[in-house]
T-cell receptor, first 114, second 111 residues
Framework: EAQVTQNPRYLITVTGKKLTVTCSQN?????MSWYRQDPGLGLRQIYY???????DKGDVPEGYKVSRKEKRNFPLILESPSPNQTSLYFC?????????????FGPGTRLTVT | SQKIEQNSEALNIQEGKTATLTCNYT??????LQWYRQDPGRGPVFLLL?????KEKRKERLKVTFDTTLKQSLFHITASQPADSATYLC??????????FGAGTQVVVTP
């Protein structure tokens, strides 16, 4: 089954404790992206990657890191989480050939930073 | 700065009628515009993509228009059903990977 998986689905952590949210896709997609969703603000892009070893900032990259060492994986790293990073996070992937195709979204990771 | 606006008020509509949603944008010249559906607590699901050189796209009961002069997209759900109740998001992108989403419009279809 074609899918995007994220782990963990729920996470409660404390300020300053480094964490990683994993994202994996099994569709051989070039493009992967991370979003955060907050009430009233919609989805905001954090980072995206057009292919292995190619990453770029979205609209809200501060406080986040990503890496793309393999085509299927695109982990999101919070080196020192803060309460304002409490949010619902989505990973997505798609084909990208001279432009976007439909994005497949993961189920989401609900993060709470206390 | 770039701005994408969707109606923040929920759209309440009777079953069988056509729902029309609006996506307006400013300070942006997107190459592509997409519409997604999102149910509570779940990831968005792709519906339609339209390119800047296309005026209209259809898929089953869905229709999207893209007017780059007005900087507006309209999304229509014809013969709406209660199962169409959800939040609908528009997303604009360039050709290099950056995407921006609107905050979404909630649609409620009553029998």
């Amino acid at each position: 089954e074609a899918q995007v998986t994220q782990n963990p689905r729920y996470l409660i952590t404390v300020t300053g404790k480094k964490l990683t949210v994993t994202c994996s896709q099994n569709m051989n997609h070039e493009y992967m992206s991370w979003y955060r969703q907050d009430p009233g603000l919609g989805l905001r892009q954090i980072y995206y990657s057009m292919n292995v070893e190619v990453t770029d900032k979205g609209d809200v990259p501060e406080g986040y890191k990503v890496s793309r060492k393999e085509k299927r994986n695109f982990p999101l790293i919070l080196e020192s989480p803060s309460p304002n990073q409490t949010s619902l996070y989505f990973c997505a992937s798609s084909l990208w050939a001279q432009g976007p195709y439909e994005q497949y979204f993961g189920p989401g990771t609900r993060l709470t930073v206390t | 700065s770039q701005k994408i606006e969707q109606n923040s008020e929920a759209l309440n509509i009777q079953e069988g009628k056509t729902a029309t949603l609006t996506c307006n944008y400013t300070n942006y010249s997107p190459a592509y515009l997409q519409w997604y559906r999102q149910d509570p607590g779940r990831g968005p699901v792709f519906l339609l993509l339209i390119r800047e050189n296309e005026k209209e796209k259809r898929k089953e009961r869905l229709k999207v228009t893209f007017d780059t002069t007005l900087k507006q997209s309209l999304f229509h759900i014809t013969a709406s059903q209660p199962a169409d109740s959800a939040t609908y998001l528009c997303a604009l992108s360039d050709s290099w990977g950056k995407l921006q989403f609107g905050a979404g419009t909630q649609v409620v279809v009553t029998p």
